[in-house]
């Protein structure tokens, strides 16, 4: 379940990254999948803005799609690029008897 938090949260750090370099990745359905370069442009309330490199054009994007991980954001630190959210961990659930 998303928190409040964890969208103020979200929405903080893409603020402080903005104008930094980042990989979107999403699906595109039937098995398809994309992987762009992009730099952060906006954020507002609602929504952030990315400008993709390779066709100079704007896409916005929710919070709740990162946070839902319908779209997976890495962003550059430097020297690499790193999960802005990190990878979720399965947590197996044990059988109860009665």
Same mark, same amino acid.
């Given at each position: 379940?998303?928190?409040? !938090?964890d969208?103020?949260n979200? $929405?903080t750090?893409?603020l402080?990254?903005?104008?930094?370099? &980042?990989?979107?990745k999403?699906?595109?359905?039937?098995?398809?999948?994309?992987?762009?370069?992009?730099t952060? /442009?906006?954020? *507002?309330?609602?929504?952030?803005?990315v400008? *993709?490199? /390779?066709?100079?054009?704007n896409?916005t *994007?929710s919070? !709740?799609?990162?946070?839902?991980? !319908?779209?997976?954001?890495e962003?550059?630190?430097?020297?690499? *690029?790193?999960?802005? &959210?990190?990878?979720?961990?399965?947590?197996? $659930?044990?059988? !109860?008897?009665?």
């Amino acid at each position: 379940m998303i928190c409040r !938090t964890d969208i103020a949260n979200l $929405k903080t750090d893409i603020l402080e990254k903005v104008g930094q370099k &980042i990989i979107v990745k999403g699906s595109l359905g039937r098995s398809k999948v994309f992987e762009k370069e992009a730099t952060i /442009e906006k954020a *507002y309330p609602n929504i952030f803005v990315v400008k *993709y490199e /390779e066709n100079d054009r704007n896409v916005t *994007y929710s919070y !709740t799609d990162v946070l839902t991980r !319908t779209v997976q954001v890495e962003v550059f630190d430097g020297d690499s *690029y790193s999960p802005l &959210i990190p990878p979720q961990i399965e947590i197996k $659930k044990r059988k !109860t008897s009665l």
